[in-house]
């Protein structure tokens, strides 16, 4: 992409009202826009960050078996009323229809894929099966104040499992907990995240949670430091050894849940009467779970712990793209630049990397970088008079400080090269 196409550009007036790190850097940097306290617009940068994480979540949910819906966020009173929680879900956004009728923003959709899947199940030859979509969520929250960590409105994939029995839940549940370690290890979290025990419901003791370490977490975990899992405070009173090795030697530190995976059992299948015969002729109660992952409190995590004083630091798989590319002129060779540097692009964008090419005229060689900084692709080009005198592209890598010249014939191959080595190592601890 042109950057003298681009529509937007990086901020110097941050509103005044916004106090997160992470969506004060991402306004900054024109990812995204703030209409009010906790309702953020997505700009074409942070749109492209948003889409790669919602594609990677895809591609690990299909691996599983997961099958793709979307359902609708406009839910009648009477589903909510079903099972309870139309007075009861406090974070409800209600409003009434022209029909006077009324409905409840979605929230989360137990109550409209239970009575959906039940349509589809009868037998047991029929499970298990396993849905999910990618959505916009609504939700009625007091304090937004931490950015796209805690939005009002905001992306959540949700996956619903149904299962003839308790066994074939606990089976798929563990499936799940290894598929979002895989997103969250493409994501740049990995070696930052727990599996967190949390307070469960009526159908299992715990849920669980993805826990991932951030100084301006809202949630305090104790990890213990055997096992490697943690514990949520909200437990800690209850559980005061490691659920696995019965120890007490935690570290207590601040996170924020960026996943949270629940056995519901039968909580919603038995409100909406959503039963299967089993192989006896003999009526059961579905068994469900549910997992919930959020794609745009993933991105506001991902800011708060991948950047430093000059600007964001993207893993490779979710960077809005793989280089910046600098055209840094001179009067003297300013024709020269010119036509090198867009061939660089087009060759680049050939070979399959994304590019940002700062294409700009009248924009100082310092904006140029600091701005590239700021944005956070993973590596910097720069052409200019000094590079081409050697036939050659300034390459950074934005996490180092070292500068290499590559022979511009190499770019292209080179960062192909590079594009698998970076996920599997430098940028999972970033
Ligand atoms: P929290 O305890 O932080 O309020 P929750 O337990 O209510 O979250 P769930 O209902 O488990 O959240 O939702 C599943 C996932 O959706 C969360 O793990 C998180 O990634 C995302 N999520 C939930 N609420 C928000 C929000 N207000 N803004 C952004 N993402 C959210
Ligand atoms: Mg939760």
Redesign the pocket.
Known sequence: MLQSKLFIKTIKELPKDETSFNAKELIRAGFIDKLAA?VYSFLPLGLKVHNKICWIIRQEMDAIGGQEILMPALIPKEAWATTNRWENFD?LFRLAGGDKKEYGLG??HEEVVTPLVKKFVFSYKDLPAAVYQIQT?F?N?LR?KAG?????E???K?LYSFHTDEKDLDKFYEVVTKSYFKILERCGLGGLTYLTYALGGTFSKYSH??QTLAKTG??TIYICQKCKIAINKEIIEEQKVCPQCKKKDFAEAKAV????I?KLGARFSKPFGFTYMDEKGKKQDVVMGCY???P???M?TIVEVCHDGQGMIWPEEIAPFVASLLKIKNQKSKIKIDKVADKIYEDLEKAGVEVLYDDRENVSAGEKFAEADLIGCPYRLVVSEKTLARDSVEVKKRDKKEVEMVKISEVAKRLTHNMQHITESDFSEC
């Open positions: 906790g974070a929230a989360t969520k939700r929250e937004a796209l960590i805690r939005g009002r905001f992306s959540m949700d949670e993805f809202e949630d849940e960026v996943g949270n629940f919930g992952l959020g745009s409190r993933l506001g």
